[in-house]
């Protein structure tokens, strides 16, 4: 990692704050709110997209960093929504507290095993409003960032499997709780490919 910095001259700054943000991830519980949430995708998703643009070599610009966090956002959520029983078993839970408390739901909730029909269907409601979110996110990466160049496309291809994995979890959604969502490995490929081939994310 050393080596790459000096190799690129990245700047230090998107690494520290992603690493600063992932302390969260060791037990602190839920996010306050939605705010809450999408800083922390874009400190530590969003960090590693301005990183790989940078090692890309795509200048930077008042566009670049808008669109790495709004990457970042949009995959964060994607990958997080899908790991939900990993990380809330690690106790640290990729969901705003304000919007479980409409239902009625705390944290304490998440450690009834199995949880409760009630901490499912709010997990449930608040998920689609999160993907809701992402999926405005992931918009606005597709509209704004061939302003980057064609540089920027290998660094963003990962946003290719959102959709997918937010249809996955729609099929999961019964059970997110209590199983990973996964995409199937040549399933990730062919969808890659296809984003590469279309010139698209």
Do not use: C
């Not at 450690?111 to 269907?121: D, F, I, K, N, V």
């Amino acid at each position: 990692l050393g080596d790459a910095i000096r190799r690129h001259a990245l700047d230090r700054a998107p690494l520290h704050s992603a690493i600063e943000a992932r302390l969260f991830d060791i037990g602190r519980g839920l996010h306050a709110d939605e705010a809450t949430l999408a800083a922390y995708f874009g400190a530590t998703e969003g960090s590693i997209f301005a990183l790989g643009l940078a090692v890309a070599g795509v200048a930077a610009t008042p566009q670049s960093d808008p669109i790495a966090k709004a990457a970042g956002r949009a995959y964060g959520t994607a990958r997080a929504l899908s790991r939900l029983p990993v990380l809330l078993d690690k106790g640290g839970f990729p969901l705003p507290e304000n919007r479980l408390t409409e239902f009625g739901v705390t944290a304490e909730a998440f450690a009834e095993r199995p949880p409760t029909r009630e901490t499912r269907r709010a997990v449930q409601a608040v998920a689609a409003a999160l993907r809701t979110s992402a999926l405005r996110d992931l918009g606005e990466v597709r509209q704004d960032w061939r302003s980057l160049g064609d540089k920027a496309l290998p660094v963003l291809l990962p946003l290719a499997l959102t959709e997918p994995y937010f249809a996955a979890q729609h099929s999961n959604r019964d059970h997110m709780l209590a199983r990973i969502t996964e995409l199937s490995p040549l399933g990730r490929l062919w969808r890659l490919w296809r984003a590469h081939r279309r010139r698209t994310v």
